[in-house]
């Protein structure tokens, strides 16, 4: 079993950075991406970024390129994800998840989810 748990979120203003961390533990895997999603209210969940553990080679979806940035920590089995100039479009319930290798793509499908922090951007 893995377990991840996010925390960091909150309520921010427009412009305003807020900084996600998701803790991993339990089984681990040689060969792994960490990613981000979130699912607004009404809306599918959607795919933020994305790590590959081993090289750190990293993936975003365009809505959050610049401005959002995915790192992990080793040590710790930690992968964070620093959020600035937030956007009320940003509002959504974030959920970190894992996807064991081989993979040709970091961006999905995973297999393991946390349980999701809320982050609230107000305008």
């Known amino acids: 079993q893995v377990q991840l748990v996010e925390s960091g979120g909150g309520l921010v203003q427009a412009g305003g950075s807020l900084r996600l961390s998701c803790a991993a533990s339990?089984?681990?895997?040689?060969?792994?991406?960490m990613g981000w999603f979130r699912q607004a209210p009404g809306k599918e969940r959607q795919f933020v970024a994305a790590?590959?553990?081993?090289?750190?080679?990293?993936v975003y979806t365009d809505s959050v390129k610049g401005r959002f940035t995915i790192s992990r920590d080793n040590a710790k089995n930690t992968v964070y994800l620093q959020m600035n100039s937030l956007k009320p479009e940003d509002t959504a319930v974030y959920y970190c998840?894992?996807?064991?290798?081989?993979?040709?793509?970091?961006?999905?499908?995973?297999?393991?989810w946390g349980q999701g922090t809320q982050v609230t951007v107000s305008s």
């Open positions: 998840a894992i996807r064991p290798g081989p993979f040709t793509s970091p961006v999905g499908p995973y297999d393991y």
């Open positions: 339990g089984r681990t895997f040689s060969n792994y991406a």
């Open positions: 790590i590959v553990w081993s090289t750190g080679s990293t």
